[in-house]
């Protein structure tokens, strides 16, 4: 049980990374209120994607504009004028009448009618400024309609972007008293007419009808830390003037309104020219082309007149809000959508089925993310929006991000194993990883470690392993430098192709470059081993060059991106013939190189599988833009002078076959001999030795040599080249030379004084 969930934790570690990160970054940004300003923003655009609404037949808006003022001659209006029209109004027996005009001051000729129609007019409703701000200050009521309580609080709440977006229900007057606001009052006047009831619930909630209206909370919705006080609410909005009906000021002045527009209306009277600066930013201000445009503040309480009643009397849904767990739960949830979204990245196991889906999952999310939020403001309730996309947007980065990471980190891993080009062809060209090959000429070098396996013998294993890594690394940075690609390693061996998976037209030529080129780097090999205090170590190498089958094989759950064919097969015979130090190359690589290769010298095989003897060329340099070769050979064999008894067998691979042999040694170096023996060998025969030392003949540790050349002037002469020589014979083999060289040079000396003398 536990395995499976640390198993399941692994594979969604992405997820659980990026979700709970992501989520807490959005939370503290929006706690902050750096995201404010763009979820108001965002709650604007709700608006003006909303369907528009029909106009409320139960508001009418007197409008006064310019031409209205150009045509009243005088502004503010004198209180005869306003009179007059009020009383127009009042005769076709609206609901409510509603002043959004400031009365504060005598305006004669009129005075004392006017106040006679305030007196004598209970639905009449006034307007009062109660707050205080930074450009404006407080505006007294009509005193007339203050005694009759006939007045409300027409403030309109700004935004820190200066829109307006909430509304008043009640605020407090300079005093302090409690007042309700014009809105209100009127919208009240209305309700009562019809029916409706209004008041306050238990705990302090103003009701209409079955419409309980949730006093605004400073974090509500996009808000944070907003001012609160007063009694206020979001203003659902049921759009720009063109939702009310309207008619101007001067067709009431000449009573040429058709009186069924205002009976039992609610009529309000206000100013929307440009000269009257009661224009402000609304939700519905922003403009695709030109400059925001500004609403009249009695639009404004239209706006809020009509979301009250509606609530009251038609059960359209006020603007509401989650509590903020709620809020941060929504958040958390599309962030989680968006993290797992983009993590789950393997195909289903129904390959075609909804792959639209799979491609398009994170536009899909996000369109679902839109249709919820719009959908649920035309429900009535206000959802972040902001924060769930940059939570679902951030996940899904993040988690990409820490795809893209693994990815790499794969790529690095992979480029451990494979070549950066192998694995670049696997992972980004189409049909990379598709089961199958093609045929393709490449050039294939084998290399191997002469006489490892032996020498691995008498090591530890943790040495050993230090020793291949150490040449394994050496070789692997050569072979990235000629744009080599190694295919495996085989032990002690590599297994390197040049022509895929990139094809370049001097593949062969670099080939015999990099072959070279190894062969140098061992020098640095065995410096680095006598270092750490470990044997020497050589290295052959074979190429060849021909058509190829390339490509990814195996099957659907395992496969491998390698080359197979005959050539292949041939270049790993052609290492076999080699000894330590030496480079062989089939002709067909030497006439493919097209370039100057230095030829040290030719054999003629006969590898099994092969029906013809194939020449083998043994390379010594390449010229041209690689200027690389292979320094001659230094140590000279000495002629020694007494010759070292030997016993041998013949080997079949890595193992011997046949009798023991006897034989001697009469010439020496450290890694070579000349062997003359009772029997002949082939030329490349690899032989298994032993050195017979002193009178009692004891036997030394096995050293692995290889028939490289038969010497002329003798039957059974041939020279031999060791592939494996123990540590214990090494020094065995220094030890003879010196001692053969002490000897020469005190004849010599001799003879040189006895001709002095």
Request: hydrophobic share 40%; proline share 5%; net charge neutral.
């Amino acid at each position: 049980m536990v395995p499976k969930i640390k198993q399941t934790l692994w594979r969604w570690r992405g997820v659980l990374i990026a979700v709970p990160s992501v989520t807490g970054v959005v939370i503290a940004l929006r706690l902050v209120g750096l995201l404010q300003l763009l979820e108001l923003n965002a709650y604007d655009q709700l608006f003006l994607l909303r369907p528009r609404e029909s106009v409320d037949e139960r508001i009418l808006v007197v409008t006064i504009d310019e031409p209205d003022i150009q045509a009243l001659k005088q502004y503010p209006m004198n209180d005869a004028t306003l009179t007059q029209i009020l009383n127009n109004i009042k005769q076709h027996r609206p609901s409510a009448i509603g002043l959004d005009l400031y009365r504060d001051l005598v305006y004669e000729p009129g005075h004392a009618d006017l106040v006679k129609l305030f007196e004598s007019t209970p639905n009449l409703v006034g307007v009062q400024k109660v707050s205080k701000s930074a450009d404006s200050a407080p505006v007294a009521p009509p005193p007339a309609l203050k005694k009759l309580d006939q007045v409300g609080a027409n403030d309109l709440p700004l935004d820190r972007d200066g829109r307006i977006r909430r509304g008043l229900l009640s605020a407090n007057d300079p005093n302090g008293e409690p007042m309700f606001s014009f809105a209100f009052k009127l919208a009240y006047q209305y309700l009562s007419q019809h029916g409706v009831d209004s008041n306050l619930t238990a705990d302090g909630r103003i009701f209409a009808g079955p419409a309980i209206f949730q006093p605004f909370d400073g974090n509500d919705g996009g808000y944070v830390r907003e001012n609160s006080k007063s009694y206020q609410i979001l203003i659902n909005y049921r759009g720009e003037i063109k939702q009310f009906r309207t008619v101007g000021v001067m067709a009431v002045l000449r009573n040429e309104v058709p009186p069924e527009l205002i009976r039992d209306r609610i009529v309000l009277l206000g100013n929307i020219a440009e000269s009257d600066k009661d224009l402000f930013y609304t939700p519905y201000s922003t403009q695709l082309l030109g400059a925001p445009k500004r609403t009249a503040g009695v639009i404004i309480h239209a706006n809020l007149i009509s979301a009250i009643l509606s609530a009251a009397m038609n059960d359209r849904e006020l603007i509401q809000t989650w509590p903020e767990w709620a809020e941060w739960l929504w958040i958390f949830a599309w962030t989680a959508i968006g993290g797992i979204s983009c993590w789950i990245k393997r195909p289903t196991e129904q390959k075609h089925q909804f792959l639209f889906l799979r491609r398009w999952r994170l536009l899909l999310a996000v369109g679902c993310l839109a249709g919820s939020v719009v959908g649920a403001f035309l429900a009535g309730w206000w959802i972040p929006a902001v924060p769930a996309f940059l939570g679902l947007t951030g996940a899904s980065f993040l988690a990409v991000g820490y795809l893209a990471h693994n990815a790499e980190e794969m790529r690095k891993t992979f480029g451990r194993y494979l070549t950066d080009e192998v694995v670049s062809n696997l992972l980004e060209t189409p049909g990379g990883l598709k089961i199958g090959g093609e045929r393709r000429k490449v050039t294939v070098l084998m290399s191997d470690l002469r006489g490892f396996s032996a020498l691995s013998e008498s090591l530890p294993p943790e040495t050993v392993v230090t020793m291949l890594n150490l040449y394994l690394g050496v070789m692997t940075d050569v072979v990235d430098r000629y744009k080599g690609t190694i295919n495996e390693f085989i032990g002690d061996g590599v297994f390197i192709m040049f022509g895929a998976p990139i094809n370049r037209p001097d593949d062969t030529q670099r080939a015999i470059a990099c072959a070279v080129a190894m062969q140098q780097a061992m020098t640095s090999v065995n410096e680095q081993n006598h270092q750490l205090g470990l044997p020497t170590i050589e290295m052959g190498i074979g190429l060849n060059t021909g058509e190829v089958v390339v490509g990814n094989i195996g099957s659907q759950k395992r496969a491998k991106y390698t080359v197979i064919g005959n050539h292949v097969n041939l270049a790993a015979r052609i290492e076999s013939y080699t000894v330590g130090g030496q480079i062989l190359i089939s002709e067909a690589t030497l006439k493919d190189a097209r370039c100057e290769v230095q030829i040290d010298g030719q054999l003629q095989v006969e590898p099994k599988g092969i029906r013809e003897p194939i020449m083998l060329y043994d390379v010594g340099g390449i010229g041209g833009p690689f200027n690389l070769f292979l320094p001659k050979p230094g140590d000279a064999m000495l002629l020694l002078h007494s010759p070292l008894a030997v016993e041998y067998t013949v080997l079949e691979g890595k193992h011997a076959i046949g009798n023991l042999f006897q034989g001697t040694f009469t010439r020496l170096s450290e890694s070579s001999a000349e062997l003359h023996t009772d029997h002949t060998l082939d030329l490349l025969t690899n032989l298994k030795l032993r050195f017979l030392l002193g009178p009692e003949r004891s036997q030394s540790e096995d050293v692995y040599a290889k028939v490289t050349r038969k010497l002329d002037g003798a039957a059974y002469c041939f020279l031999v080249r060791f592939t494996a020589t123990p540590p214990s014979v090494t020094a065995l083999i220094q030890t003879w030379l010196n001692q053969n060289l002490e000897r020469s040079s005190i004849e010599a000396s001799a003879e040189l004084n006895s001709v002095d003398s």
